[in-house]
């Protein structure tokens, strides 16, 4: 710059000075395309000095129901979601800076559960919607994220965001995530115990921010709240036959309703003559969880993010405020899963699941996980005003890879 456009540079400080912002200023476009929708998220970042992370200075968010899986069949048509989401990010960055954006979309638990020539239509044909946009469109930009990458960019959102990973005397915390079709759990062993005792393929090394984390991660497929009621009506991977009704002591004695899910068509109901309530429900889940899912004892001494579904179901029966989130124990979404399931008359107006689901996310802490009732869980959906999602972990890693970030 001559001196003369920097005339104003002494009227700022140093950090607004519009020549600086323009400087270290960056853009990321990253969509979730998850089982239940797909979202897409706009990251503002500034870096204010190379020996420091960045900052992220805000986000734009915006969703598509349903998601991807259920345009298995017509790939154009699904694409063309993305499509109207990305068209947001056409106005939201600044024209000058979209060659140096990139755009990724990483599709979870609906798309693994497609077969491999379904999802790979779905992909390409976004693909060519990235492609025919005016930003970056780094190689790998469309695909099927690993299960344990699903954790690992969770944990690393958290902890960024709460401020973990700068500065000394880190005191990690560990996220459980639950989608529609997977859920993920994922914390940072403290004990040597922990990391002998626990399967290989359960831990990860990771590499963010010049630091290495060796993590506890698993992605359990089919565990998501979605795929556990199709398990617990019997209906998961099951060829379904045009009138079979699957029914569950869970449910409403008198329902008979249809649902779709991964554009299957289920036809679902209540136990007309026999039993329902939290106690035959809970037999009925227990078959779901018990015994599937590897139990770290670590884990019963510490406190948890959990966020997603966990969070919906708590707002849904409010355990927390829907704004501000909370903090619960595990055995509040036993309580609240009783009085749901054994009053279900009175819970008739919102979602007829809503005694499975809450008798699901009970059990699969308690008997999945091995949590005690007392152990404390932080329901957040956003921390500082942005989404607690893998999307912003993954980001990071997207800008680190392309050079952008440190
Ligand atoms: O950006 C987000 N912030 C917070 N919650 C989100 C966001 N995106 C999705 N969710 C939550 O994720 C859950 C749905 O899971 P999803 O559709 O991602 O399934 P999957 O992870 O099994 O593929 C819902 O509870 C929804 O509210
Ligand atoms: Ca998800």
Known sequence: HSNREMWFQEFF???????????????????????T??????????????ENLPEVEGEIFES??????????QPEKGAETVKTLLDMAVDAVPPHLWKKT?????????????????????????????????????????????????????WITVNFLTGQLSGQNQQTVGILDLGGAST???????????????????????????????LYTHSYLGFGLKAARLATLGALNMEVVDGQMFRSSCLPKQLEAEWHFGGVKYQYGGNKEGETGFKPCY?????????????????????FYAFSYYYDRATDTNLIDYEHGGVLEVRDFER?????????????????????????????????????DNTVLKLTKKVNNIETSWTLGATFYLLQSLGMTY
Do not use: W
Not at 287 to 299: A, F, N, R, S
Not at 337 to 365: G, H, Q, W
């Open 336 to 372: 609240k899963a009783k009085e749901v399931c054994d009053n279900m008359e009175r819970y008739n107006s919102a979602s007829p699941f809503l005694c499975m689901d809450l008798t699901y996310i009970t059990a699969l802490l308690k008997e999945g996980f091995g949590f005690r």
């Open 37 to 50: 929708g797909t979202r897409i998220h706009i990251y503002t970042f500034v870096q204010k000095s190379p």
């Open 102 to 154: 990139p755009v990724v979309l990483k599709a979870t638990a609906g798309l693994r559960l497609l077969s491999e020539e379904k999802a790979q239509a779905l992909l390409s044909e976004v693909k060519e919607v990235f492609e025919e946009s005016p930003f970056l469109v780094p190689e790998d930009s469309v695909g099927i994220m690993d299960g344990s990458h699903e954790g690992i960019l969770a």
């Open 184 to 214: 993920q759990i994922t914390f940072l062993p403290r004990f040597e115990e922990t990391l002998k005792e626990t399967p290989e393929d359960f831990l990860t090394s990771f590499e963010m921010f010049n630091s290495t984390y060796k």
């Open 283 to 303: 037999l009925e889940v227990l078959k779901v969880v018990k015994g599937k899912l590897h139990q770290p004892d670590e884990i019963r001494e510490s406190s």
């Open 64 to 73: 598509v129901k349903p998601g991807l899986s259920a345009y298995a069949d």
């Open 13 to 35: 400080p140093p950090n607004v000075c519009p020549i600086n912002a323009k400087a270290n200023t960056f853009y990321g476009i990253m969509f979730d395309a998850g089982s």
